[in-house]
């Protein structure tokens, strides 16, 4: 991505705030996970989509006047030799305006000075902050944090959420976000097929694992976009196992759930497959219903469906596909064999947090994910493709990873070939 990219996001953004306006954002602040040790710090996602800046604790303050004219300043971690000896390079200010293309450039020690000027000085009347939640229980942020000590100190501003405003934004995907995404879809068929191929009985999860990651790393060291799924037998009905610690038994279903990133912009696919390399009768049976409905839904996705039909009109083809293999007494018990729904949209984050449109649009991306979970039988798997919407139909994005019965037989046959 180039530092226009990022520009054109946020101006697109202050189009929409109103005049008299402040703007606060934050990348984020680490979390402790023991003792002097802390989680790998992740940056906020509409920080990353507006500023291209990925770091802890930097600020965005950026000032809309009643004409309209916007100034924006980025405050960043002073230079500590000491503390970059311990934890790595800061941003520097000369990296920060190329990447972001900001060109006021500050010490986060002293955005609050500044904000307490700007705020208090009587020319602004409202104050953006991201303030989503996903749960209400969730650690306040630091925009939360501002928000309780706005309703003090500044009680006069109105507060808006800019969140509902860059969700509208990180909607459709530009140009340059779907190249990404197809350089990270062909990343992502490398890690999987790297696993079908070495795929056997009698090995464990954690090994499917490794073999993705080492695939993986062969393209550059940012690794999986998220937690992989990796799963066999009983497993796969855990819906976001993560133990990697089950074997798989001759017969068995091997499930993925896994995906790549480049420039910030996920992956998300899902493959299932038997770990001997040949489909059972039985699995053959659900994967080809699944697969039907997969390649039904490429086949009618357009702009102009409703976003809900999606996941519905998964349902329903599965189901009635599932009735007439006696597999389904009554399409009205869909519920029994399939667990989650069929669609979430894909980009900075892998459930990407956009405004969920009522119609589908060009440019948009979301996850075609048909799930069949049969416990009786012992076979759970999903196919999970991503779904780029065009102008008169859509394309699948990762249809570059084997996804027939014939297509990942035959790759299974080749063998896994080490990296050297």
């Not at 976000?177 to 879809?185: K, N, S, V």
């Not at 196919?383 to 008169?392: G, P």
Request: glycine content about 8%; hydrophobic content about 35%.
């Amino acid at each position: 991505m180039t530092k226009e990219f990022f520009k054109g996001n946020r101006e697109r953004l202050y189009s929409q705030m109103k005049p008299n306006s402040l703007l606060v954002l934050f990348s984020g602040t680490e979390v402790r996970k023991t003792n002097d040790e802390y989680y790998p710090f992740y940056t906020s996602r509409n920080f990353l989509y507006l500023t291209g800046l990925d770091g802890k604790e930097l600020i965005l303050l950026a000032r809309k006047d009643d004409e309209g004219r916007v100034t924006e300043k980025v405050f960043l971690l002073p230079a500590d030799p000491m503390a970059e000896r311990w934890t790595g390079r800061r941003i520097k200010p000369n990296e920060a305006l190329d990447r972001s293309g900001i060109e006021e450039i500050g010490l986060a020690a002293d955005f609050e000075g500044e904000l307490h000027r700007l705020a208090a000085g009587g020319n602004y009347e409202h104050l953006y902050l991201d303030l989503y939640r996903a749960d209400p229980g969730d650690r306040d942020t630091p925009a939360h944090r501002l928000l309780k000590r706005a309703a003090s100190d500044y009680p006069y501003l109105k507060i808006e959420n800019a969140d509902a405003l860059i969700r509208r934004l990180r909607t459709i995907k530009q140009p340059c976000e779907i190249e990404a995404m197809r350089q990270a879809e062909r990343i992502t068929c490398a890690g999987i097929t790297s696993m079908m191929r070495a795929s056997r009985p009698g090995m464990y999860e954690y090994q499917y694992k490794a073999v993705f990651d080492y695939t993986l790393g062969q393209y550059g060291p940012q690794g999986p976009a998220f937690p992989s799924i990796i799963s066999a037998g009983r497993n796969n009905f855990c819906i976001h196992y993560n133990a990697y610690t089950g074997q798989a038994q001759d017969g068995d279903m091997v499930l993925n759930d896994v995906g790549a990133w480049q420039d910030g912009l996920m992956t998300d696919v899902s493959r299932g497959w038997p770990c001997n390399g040949k489909y059972s009768e039985r699995q053959r049976l659900l994967y080809q219903c699944a697969l039907a409905t997969s390649n039904h839904m490429f086949q009618i996705i357009r702009p102009g469906m409703p976003m809900r039909e999606v996941d519905g009109e998964i349902r329903r083809y599965n189901a009635a596909l599932l009735k007439d293999a006696d597999v389904l007494d009554d399409v009205a018990n869909i519920g029994r064999y399939m667990w989650h729904g069929g669609a979430h949209h894909v980009g900075f984050d892998v459930h990407d947090a956009v405004a969920t449109p009522e119609v589908i649009a060009p440019n948009m991306v979301f996850c075609v994910d048909v799930g069949i979970y049969h416990e009786e039988w012992g076979i759970g798997f999903r196919l999970e493709d991503n779904c780029l919407v065009t102008e008169t139909g859509c394309e699948n994005l990762s249809a570059v990873t084997p996804r027939t019965i014939e297509e990942i037989e035959d790759t299974m046959r080749q063998g896994f070939v080490a990296f050297s």
